[in-house]
């Protein structure tokens, strides 16, 4: 298969697909948004797409979305569920970064004219944030985290995580304190649970105390989470280029 109907990028760079095949048999990977913040061509960038495995059929799935570099479909439900990166320069707390759930086509999660479903942002907001109009993120994450790629678990070697979501947070740079550089767990509890989900550390130790002298040191910057064959859970880091296996000891 060749496709090479994509959008060119000319100058911003978010231009990094993660490529995957969903339940429908269809080739799903995110367009970015061709800057940090503007109002670019919405039917063609920021947004997930997905095309046929011949090449035929490209049509966006969901737009609004920044920037996308890692989802993964519900073992059970069989429905996309995909991490979204908030602009920059907004301020050091805001917008947070997302976890969105997107079970159907069509869905728009509001880049660039609001963030998280309720944050106008100040350039290109138009009001229209606070209606049904643009979709409000399943889990609101930490801002600048830079969440990346993301997995469901169905392995054995773990049974009580099987139907936890782990993501990659590759840390924020543009903004202090840098950020997180850890993989996180998300549990959901159930619809009479509040807050439904649990947004809990999995994966720490790549970046000295915030409160420490040296606190903005990071020497790992984790990427994509795998649940490898046997259960295990594989992260890379592209700080060290290095993917490390967390297993469960016999």
Sequence with gaps: MLFDGLPKFEVFDHSWK????????????GIGAPCNICLPDRDRFAGIFRLNLDGSGFEQFARGVRETVGFDWHPETGELWFADKGRDHMSAHLPPDELNHAPRPGMDFGYPFCHAGAIEDPEFGDGSYATDRYVAPTVTLEPHVAPLGVAF???????????????AE??????????????????????????RYDYVPFVTGWQNPENSP????FWGSPVDVV????????????KRSLVYRISREQ
């Design 170 to 195: 590759h840390g924020g740079y543009f903004h202090r304190p840098m950020r997180r550089f850890r993989v996180v767990r998300i549990h959901d509890k159930g619809e009479a649970a509040e807050p």
């Design 214 to 217: 040296d606190g903005l040191v």
């Design 227 to 238: 649940v490898a064959w046997d259960g295990a859970l594989l992260v890379s880091d592209d």
């Design 153 to 167: 678990y169905d392995g054995d070697m773990f049974p009580e995580y099987r139907g936890d979501l782990f993501i």
């Design 18 to 29: 993660h490529l995957q095949i969903g339940p429908d048999d269809k080739l799903y990977f």
